[in-house]
């Protein structure tokens, strides 16, 4: 096995108040049946909404995101309703439960991965069941589970007259504690015995368009920021972005928290969203689900730059490894001669594990896959760039620039949808597997 020491927060769990609430359970469902049962019908009224409080909210909400399919997150603000939601789901035959949060999920895979994981974090004991024996957790137990409702979809389903291009999960929450990051203070007396050598900082959405008092979500950010502030130089610290559509708190994030972070993960369309926000613009909720190729790694290479010019003080951190996942490839930026090592195999790890999170089964199955990547694809949209052919026999295509390297990996697109919801987290966490493995060895 290897020993990786990797401490993964969670706000969702580890900041949970002592009593009451825990760590994530996801009840996952089909959407569109959910929507049915409760009888929600479609809007013909598509809004992006920054939260939920009526079921007319939830019907516009869901007609703004199911069609193009992009992956979205609502604190919803009315018990009723989020109660009402939740009966509704467990009266439907094909409900699962299953381990939520963004760090649990992130330590089960480590763990399967050989990886010794301590997952700084407060949890109930049903979730102590689904987690890896290899998981150490530190952090006192709590009685119960909080909940997230993942409505998930698959591509090409219909809801009224809309149709969904590519399968994705709505998700809804009603989390009052984590915002708050009530645990932050006893997580960092902790840290200093954690040694770690990787921190995974995950969950943040939790406070994405939550009802703070003036002035709290700042106090709060600040404190995860002295945090960071003081982990070892030798811990690397990983955020693994997700669907944030408050720009106030995107901005604050880039202020507190982005800066203190060696490596960065997230999807097609959280790195537009971030970088439009960088670059003086505002919140680009929804993006094309299927970019190609050329445009991501221009907006990586981008917003690589435009962070690390931002440093200012020498407690700040160079982005050293940004990785972007889509539905149809993996991309890693590594620099030169940082921690990450392997890239290419973290790639290809991660492009694997990203058929076998959405088909729900441990071995790949060819029949239910395919690939849609073009045969090749050019490495920037300027003028007379490189094209890079596809080779099946070698599919992992690296080369380098600057002082970077540059991975893609294919995915072999899974047809026959289990889950989306955690994709991200799991593809992450998969793509940590050989890149860490200097660390010890
Ligand atoms: C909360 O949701 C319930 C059930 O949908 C609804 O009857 C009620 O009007 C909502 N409350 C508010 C303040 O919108
Ligand atoms: C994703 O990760 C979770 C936690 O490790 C695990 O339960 C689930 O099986 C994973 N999905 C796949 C298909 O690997």
């Known amino acids: ?80 309703l989020f109660s009402s939601l939740v009966e509704a789901s467990k009266s439907l035959s094909k409900m699962r439960l299953s381990l939520g949060g963004n760090a649990p999920v992130m330590a089960n895979r480590l763990a399967k991965e050989g990886c010794e994981v301590l997952l700084g974090s407060r949890i109930s004991p049903e979730i102590n069941h689904v987690l890896s024996k290899r998981i150490k957790v530190a952090g006192m137990s709590v009685d ?118 060696d490596s960065l993960g997230m999807n097609e369309q959280e790195l537009p969203n971030l970088l439009s926000l960088l670059k003086g613009g505002s919140i680009t909720v929804l993006s094309d689900p299927y970019p190609r190729i050329a445009s991501v790694l221009d907006q990586m290479r981008d917003l690589y730059h435009l962070l690390n010019s931002r440093l200012v003080t020498s407690s700040q951190r160079r982005l050293t490894r940004l990785h972007v996942h889509t539905i149809a490839y993996q991309a890693i930026i590594v620099t030169k001669g940082s921690l990450w090592k392997n890239t290419m195999s973290a790639t290809a790890k991660a492009s694997l594990t990203a058929n076998r999170h959405v088909c729900g089964s441990p071995h790949i199955d060819t029949s239910k896959a395919k690939l849609i990547m073009d045969d090749s694809f050019s490495v920037s949209r300027e003028e007379g760039s490189q094209r890079i052919p596809f080779e099946e026999n070698r599919p992992v295509s690296c080369w380098a620039e600057n002082n970077y390297e540059i991975c893609i990996a294919p995915v072999l697109v899974c047809t026959e949808v289990y889950q989306t919801a955690g994709g991200g987290d799991n593809i992450s966490a998969a793509g940590f597997y050989y890149t860490e493995v200097h660390f010890h060895y």
Not at 43 to 48: E, G, T
Not at 50 to 79: H, K, M, W
């Open 144 to 261: 119960n589970a909080d909940i997230h409702l993942i409505l998930e979809y698959p591509n090409g389903a219909r809801w009224g007259n809309y149709v969904s291009r590519r399968a994705n999960r709505y998700i809804v929450h009603s989390d009052v504690h984590n915002p708050l990051l009530d645990s932050l203070e006893d997580f960092q007396n902790q840290l200093q015995d954690f040694k770690p050598d990787l921190l995974i900082l995950g969950g943040l959405q939790m406070m994405d368009s939550f009802p703070f008092e003036t002035g709290q979500r700042e106090a709060r950010l600040k404190a995860l920021q002295n945090m960071l502030v003081s982990v070892d130089s030798n811990t690397g610290i990983h955020f693994e972005m997700a669907s944030f559509v408050e720009e106030s708190l995107m901005k604050d994030l880039l202020v507190y928290t982005l800066p203190y972070t």
């Open 1 to 80: 096995a290897l020993h990786i020491n990797i401490l993964l927060i969670q706000l969702c769990m580890l900041f949970a108040p002592p009593l009451g609430f825990g760590s994530c359970i996801d009840i996952i469902v089909d959407g569109v049946t959910l929507l049915n049962e409760i009888g929600i019908t479609p809007s013909s009224n598509p809004v992006h909404h920054n939260f939920i409080e009526t079921e007319e909210q939830l019907a516009e909400s869901f007609a703004y995101f199911f069609p193009p399919g992009a992956a979205a997150e609502r604190f919803v603000s009315n018990d009723t």
